[in-house]
């Protein structure tokens, strides 16, 4: 059983207060949507529960099976796919799983390879020199970046953003998967993303 806790998380930008008292608790097969209108910090509480952004006052907690996890143990289950995840023009599809690959210590062969861009929509692309791809198989990459570790916790920023219908059941796909055997939260103001998630959280900032 995976868990994690948002305790009274601020965060300020100088002297203005985007996210104010956000607390909240899940564990594996909760989901969560995180709701708000532009600009009232949805992507900023995504980012601090991804650790890629510091609160300036709370904390996140992660814990497996009653062990609180520390900062490195999460990030090796955790999975964020957003507008930073940067990919690498310069490589194919498969060098850039390779590269991710590489950086969390996983073994990755061709084929598994083959197996995870098949997951996305993208067999027999992965010879295929990134920055040639649309901007919606370069959204389908970064989704098969974020399944390479078959993660605990998964965070998604706009998750169908860029995607076509196809793109779109993939992405539906991939969020009922982990529905089922760990943690998702996504952070969108799109309605009829609303759905992916059980539970909701809205922002007022």
Do not use: C, W
Not at 163 to 176: C, F, P, T, W
């Amino acid at each position: 059983m995976y868990r994690l806790e948002a305790k009274k998380i601020f965060r300020n930008f100088g002297y203005r207060r985007v996210l104010k008292d956000i607390s909240f608790s899940l564990k594996t097969g909760d989901s969560l949507a995180i709701r708000g209108k532009n600009g009232s910090g949805k992507t900023t509480l995504l980012r601090i529960l991804a650790g890629l952004s510091a609160p300036t006052k709370g904390q996140v907690i992660f814990e497996h099976e009653g062990k609180t996890l520390n900062r490195s143990e999460a990030k090796q289950r955790l999975s964020y796919v957003g507008p930073e995840l940067t990919l690498y023009d310069s490589l194919t599809a498969a060098e850039n799983l390779k590269f991710f690959a590489t950086m969390r210590g996983i073994s990755l062969d061709k084929p598994l390879i083959d197996k995870i861009l098949d997951m996305v929509g993208l067999d027999g692309r992965g010879r295929d020199f990134y920055r040639a791809y649309s901007s919606g198989m370069k959204q389908r990459l970064k989704y098969a970046t974020a399944l390479l570790n078959d993660p605990a916790y998964l965070l998604l920023d706009e998750p169908t953003a860029n995607l076509d219908d196809d793109g779109k059941k993939i992405v539906s796909q991939i969020i009922n998967r982990q529905r089922e055997n760990g943690i998702l939260i996504i952070a969108t103001n799109e309605k009829e993303e609303y759905d992916f998630a059980e539970k909701q959280y809205r922002l007022n900032g």
